[in-house]
């Protein structure tokens, strides 16, 4: 049995563009062509592609993942028994964030002391207040919670229209960016992704990596984040969290 290059990249959630440059850097190439030339992929292919995928979800690089799965001394159960210990630690790495932060919900809905009709003007059909009563009872006793409350206590109208041009102009970096293929650990897209952190330092607390990565599994967990990034697009939300693992990674190395 083989598979067609669109076959796989629907039954694993990726772009036949991302297959195409996996196969291009010699990281999954396809065991068989067909007549025309065209790419097949065997069952063995998947399960590279499945290993590939879960290095890429924990954070590796490309070229660290070609190096892990072209590792002669490594059988398939050795990759299995190092992802879950990957995967073990991230788990107790969240958990500690968690504790403290309780996944930081982002300080646009802290301390917004606009009018009605200022708060409609700058953000749309966003209620930063909706939630506000919850953010104060799960945060109000992190050090994030206390720094976006001093930051924005003084912003005017005009502070938090820039905010949001600048939430917009990146969501619409990130659109891009998905619409022309670029894998979500490319460096463009991790570009973007630590932009997006330093945005969340300047504008409203101190966001470390880890604080990050925190903040990227939020967007996926919590539905009414998942809601409302992927109005920009569906699975911008997946996305944005994977560009975020991916910039992290870059920076603990």
């Known amino acids: 049995m083989s598979y067609s290059v669109g076959q796989v990249a629907g039954f694993a959630g990726v772009t036949v563009r991302t297959l195409h440059h996996y196969d291009g850097i010699g990281l ?81 809905s802290m301390g917004i002391n606009l009018t009605p009709e200022e708060k409609f003007e700058v953000f749309g059909d966003f209620d930063p207040d909706q939630y506000q009563e919850e953010v104060r009872e799960r945060w109000g006793d992190t050090d994030a919670y206390r720094q976006s409350r001093e930051r924005t206590a003084s912003y005017t109208k005009e502070d938090w229209q820039r905010v949001q041009r600048e939430a917009d102009e990146l969501t619409r970096r990130f659109v891009a960016l998905m619409e022309a293929g670029e894998p979500a650990g490319s460096e463009a897209a991790m570009d973007a992704a630590e932009e997006h952190r330093q945005g969340i330092s300047r504008n409203h607390y101190d966001c470390g990596y880890e604080m990050h990565t925190c903040l990227g599994e939020m967007y996926v967990s919590d539905e009414r984040f998942t809601r409302n990034l992927d109005q920009a697009r569906p699975g911008f939300a997946a996305y944005l969290r994977d560009a975020i693992l991916a910039n992290a990674a870059r920076h603990s190395s």
């Open 28 to 108: 999954l190439v396809p065991s068989e062509r067909s007549h025309a030339g065209h790419r097949r992929y065997s069952d063995a292919d998947l399960d590279r592609l499945q290993q590939i995928l879960f290095y890429r979800e924990l954070g590796f690089p490309l070229d660290e993942v070609a190096v892990l799965l072209d590792d002669p001394a490594a059988d398939p159960r050795a990759h299995l028994r190092r992802q879950h210990e990957l995967l073990s630690a991230r788990i107790e790495r969240l958990q500690k964030m968690a504790a403290a932060v309780e996944h930081a919900m982002e300080a646009r």
